[in-house]
């Protein structure tokens, strides 16, 4: 049997049952109806209390925060942002890198956590109060805002540098040095989330054993907090803290789906404001249209086909955060050299330690060694004068007086599937064969490196819009794909593009190179870039 029709089912059983309460209720003499009104008044209080999201104003918390104003979160909630565990993401910029080049984004994950959490609950309440047969309960709301609440914990140092460069490196030396290697393949900080969240329950249970069973959550309820932490993955329905007729929480906090979730929300508002750029999406009136219906027999998340361009206007808005900032070109190349720093350091911040062990990326075996690590590992390396961390000091110190590689070009791929090997062999090639046009400079492919950068709409090559579903207004129940005259003509053909980049990086021993020899170089470099462009690959070439 369908859901929608087993719905109908059941709603029309209880209709029958209150009917049956009714008359024996108007059935019954003077003391047994007073007994019977006690009875039904106290189950009606208990189902009140357990579908109510409303909170007293007294538990509640106020935080003043400058995208969302004034956020009230519930007392668990606090309890947690006042565990050590929590507090450390004060000491984490949300973007990285970044910060030093816009000098504006300074926030950090601490507040973007606080954020997430506030629009969780603000959209499994809209779901509630628009839809009251989806049976969202109090522990339902808790358990999605404290995912929200929690979901960055195992960001490491600056942030996506942590997991997307100095790991992925550490693993690539431990194999090239034939070092045992227990690092889990394919290491992403969401599972350090879940083990830093299981630190944090347990700190709660050692001062009070019935913490959780204070605010009506079990270990169950913990469960579905670490499974949305994660976010659901597979079709089938493997997931232990909620039966499928509640899919739908899974995608408020980590949308595995089609990428719009609570997360995203505010860092777009956020890092667009702190970065200064403008953002066109507009969270608030698609939070408005949120509504669960049935798509191939299971409940998700939709919206009203009339947001499909606002629905749009997020996914270019991600793309437009991570051409101009994210993927920013010295934004790159700043990342690229603290990994640098993180990596040749990594041996050697923690004295006392076998000489070849990695150090730094050690710290992810445990969550206690884990949280002693943030940002704050930047001005430990800075300030130290042991020798070994030396080559380490000099890369950050080089960040900040800016002696910074020269970006010499870049350009947008035209063919697709085109390896980095490829591109570096055939650059390579490309500068050995060159003819220089002043002979007093001389190139060598290995001072000009490549990178490719990856931009997309959050679905590699595909549209992510097709991912979405949506109602009408006069069918709310009834999920559609959008249809193409649905949506603006303006709309691009591709929604992935590759950016090749080449940058002139010296050596340590050209460390003495001056200013005029440097500009020659990127000169020459430049003009050899242009023509592996222009006669190889048919690039775009885009000049600085």
Same mark, same amino acid.
Request: glycine share 4%.
């Given at each position: ?360 990326? %050690?710290?992810? &075996?445990? *969550?206690?060694?884990?949280? @002693? !690590? $943030? #940002? ?48 570096? %062999?055939?650059? &390579?090639? *490309?500068?050995?064969?060159? @003819? !220089? $046009? #002043? ?59 590759? !950016? ?45």
């Amino acid at each position: 049997m369908p859901r929608s029709e087993q719905t109908r089912k059941t709603l029309s059983d209880y209709r029958r049952s209150l009917q049956d309460l009714k008359k024996s209720y108007e059935a019954s003499e003077e003391p047994e109806k007073q007994q019977l009104w006690e009875i039904i008044k106290d189950e009606l209080q208990d189902i009140l209390k357990k579908y109510s999201l409303d909170f007293s104003k007294e538990q509640m918390k106020i935080f003043n925060d400058p995208i969302h104003g004034h956020m009230e979160l519930h007392p668990l909630l606090v309890k947690i942002i006042d565990t050590r565990q929590f507090q450390r993401l004060r000491h984490i910029k949300q973007l990285g890198g970044t910060y030093l080049v816009y000098p504006g984004a300074s926030h950090n994950r601490f507040e973007h956590s606080l954020g997430v959490a506030y629009l969780a609950g603000r959209l499994v309440k809209v779901l509630h109060n628009n839809q009251p047969e989806l049976k969202i309960t109090k522990q339902d709301f808790l358990c999605v805002q404290i995912a929200g609440l929690c979901h960055d914990l195992g960001h490491g140092p600056f942030s996506h540098v942590f997991d997307g460069l100095v790991i992925p490196e550490a693993k690539r030396i431990k194999k090239l040095r034939g070092l045992f290697d227990d690092i889990p393949e394919k290491w992403k900080h969401e599972q350090m989330s879940v083990q830093m969240f299981d630190d944090i329950v347990k700190l709660l249970k050692d001062e009070n054993e019935d913490v959780l069973k204070e605010y009506g959550l079990n270990d169950k309820d913990v469960t579905f907090i670490k499974e949305l932490i994660e976010g659901a993955k597979t079709s089938e329905w493997t997931y232990e803290g909620r039966d499928e007729d509640k899919s739908f929480l899974y995608e408020i906090v980590a949308n595995k789906q089609n990428g719009i979730d609570v997360d995203k929300w505010d860092y777009f508002a956020r890092d667009c404001h702190h970065l200064g750029i403008r953002n066109s999406f507009d969270h608030q009136r698609l939070l408005k249209f949120a509504r669960v219906c049935e798509v191939n027999g299971r409940n998700h998340i939709c919206f009203r086909d009339k947001e499909a361009d606002n629905v749009y206007d997020m996914f270019r808005t991600r793309y437009t955060l991570h051409r101009q900032a994210y993927q920013h070109k010295i934004c790159n190349i700043i990342e690229d050299m603290l990994a640098e720093a993180l990596v040749r350091a990594d041996r050697d911040l923690h004295e006392g330690n076998p000489e070849d062990m990695l150090k730094i990326s %050690e710290a992810i &075996k445990t *969550a206690d060694d884990y949280s @002693k !690590l $943030t #940002d704050e590992i930047f001005e430990q390396i800075l300030s130290s004068t042991a020798d070994n961390l030396k080559k380490s000091r000099d890369i950050l110190n080089r960040i900040i007086r800016r002696k910074l590689p020269k970006f010499v070009g870049e350009a947008r791929l035209t063919e697709k599937n085109i390896s980095k090997e490829e591109l570096t %062999e055939t650059w &390579k090639a *490309a500068v050995e064969t060159y @003819k !220089l $046009t #002043d002979p007093t400079v001389s190139l060598n492919s290995e001072d000009l490196p490549v990178y490719v950068v990856d931009l997309d709409h959050g679905m590699k090559d595909k549209n992510p819009i097709e991912k979405v579903y949506f109602y009408s207004k006069r069918k709310p129940n009834k999920a559609l794909a959008i249809k193409d005259y649905q949506l603006s003509s303006f709309l691009p053909k591709r929604f992935n593009e590759e !950016l090749v980049r080449v940058y002139y990086k010296r050596s340590d021993d050209q460390a003495a190179e001056d200013k005029k020899e440097e500009k020659k170089k990127v000169e020459e470099a430049e003009k050899c870039f242009q023509m592996w462009c222009t006669d190889n690959f048919g690039l775009n070439y885009a000049a600085e």
